[in-house]
């Protein structure tokens, strides 16, 4: 990367004559061949989630989010109404448009829009959303959103460093890992250290055109197999 140094000498980053803050990201939901990702409402959503939910009977889904698991319906939706409904986190339901309904929750978090950074997290994905073709869209959606349409610079993506399914769907996501902040902070009476991973802006373009080749219909065979696996795609952009 070209070095740049002040009147004194010193390096210092890059210029950004043209910066300007970014755009809040809209209450307006992202559709795509699969799913409809959309603020999430709990009078539409409440009853369709926790029925996802339900099907982990183990409740492994919440194990590293600091809320949960829930007893009953009641007890989901006081969380939902007094959690889910501010700017920041801004919440969002995952509708597989399959089935209509929806099956998991993801938010946009600590938007900073002066800045151009956003993190994605509260990334909760129930056992009938888990491992499809409409959950790894609902994640290129929200890329989508930030770069393409709002212009920001980094979006981040931060979880528990001993969650291994999340630290890999990361990685598989296009995200590089930063690093790891030790006894970052304390949940459920435990410690938690916290891995860093973020994509930028300008790694954003090689990594969309991973995702829209994995998205696309000839990626699939007739049984809804995919031919090309999205990690293998992404390394393949950013190598």
């Known amino acids: 990367m070209h070095e740049y140094r002040n009147h004194l000498g010193q390096p210092i980053g890059f210029p950004l004559p043209d910066w300007s803050p970014c755009a809040r990201p809209p209450r307006a939901p992202m559709e795509g061949r699969f799913c409809r990702v959309e603020p999430i ?28 698991p829930f007893g009953s319906l009641a007890e989901y939706r006081e969380w939902m109404v007094r959690t889910c409904l501010g700017e920041d986190p801004l919440f969002h339901a995952i ?28 990334i909760n994905y ?45 990685e598989r996501l296009g995200f590089v890992y930063e690093g790891t902040f030790r006894q970052a902070t304390i949940y459920k009476g435990r410690n938690r250290d916290t891995s860093w991973y973020a994509i930028i802006d300008r790694d954003w373009p090689r990594i969309k055109s991973a995702f829209e080749r994995w ?25």
Request: hydrophobic content about 40%.
């Open 95 to 122: 509708v597989d448009l399959r089935t209509g309904k929806a099956a998991g929750v993801a938010s946009y978090l600590r938007i900073d829009p002066a800045v151009g950074v956003i993190e994605v997290g509260h």
């Open 126 to 170: 129930s056992p009938l959303l888990q491992g499809t073709t409409a959950a790894t869209e609902a994640m290129y959606l929200m890329m989508r959103r930030v770069f393409d349409e709002l212009g920001y610079r980094r979006y981040e993506w931060k979880c528990d460093a001993l969650n291994a399914p999340s630290r890999h769907a990361a």
């Open 41 to 68: 409402d709990p009078d539409r959503h409440v009853h369709a989630l926790h029925e996802a939910n339900c099907r982990d009977a183990e409740g492994r889904v919440w194990t590293y989010l600091p809320y949960g």
């Open 215 to 239: 998205l696309d219909p000839s990626n699939f065979d007739a049984n809804g197999r995919q031919r090309q696996r999205l990690s293998t795609l992404v390394e393949q952009a950013v190598a």
